[in-house]
């Protein structure tokens, strides 16, 4: 069974932007601007707040190993009720839609001896 991918670090977030770190190794940058066009398309509302840079500069690592808005709350229907919960995006999506870049994990600097 393959394993689901986790973002591990998020590495920098500019506008409508997020580079991150996958627990497979792989550094992508996520372009929130063409899923803002697809989620237009597809009439899905409650990602609108994400437009606002304001809001989505606030972006978390979940203990999921995806993105979440804390400051974005959706509701949603379970067993008949209505529940408002933090907006947490599928981490498969993210993985899909991202680009890949060359990631170096820093290094500690030596020090040379005299």
């Given at each position: ?19 991150v770190l996958w627990g497979t190794g792989d550094a992508q940058t996520i372009d929130f601007e063409a899923l803002f066009a ?77």
């Amino acid at each position: 069974m393959q394993q689901l991918p986790k973002i591990t670090r998020i590495l920098d977030i500019t506008p409508f932007q997020i580079a991150v770190l996958w627990g497979t190794g792989d550094a992508q940058t996520i372009d929130f601007e063409a899923l803002f066009a697809l989620w237009k398309i597809e009439g899905d509302s409650k990602m609108a707040p994400l437009q606002d840079w304001d809001a989505f500069r606030q972006v978390v690592l979940s203990e999921n190993g995806t993105l979440c808005w804390p400051n974005i709350l959706v509701p949603f229907s379970y067993k008949g009720k209505t529940r408002t919960e933090p907006l947490e995006l599928d981490a498969q999506v993210l993985y899909r839609q991202g680009n890949g870049f060359a990631y170096q994990k820093p290094t500690k600097a030596k020090t040379a001896i005299a």
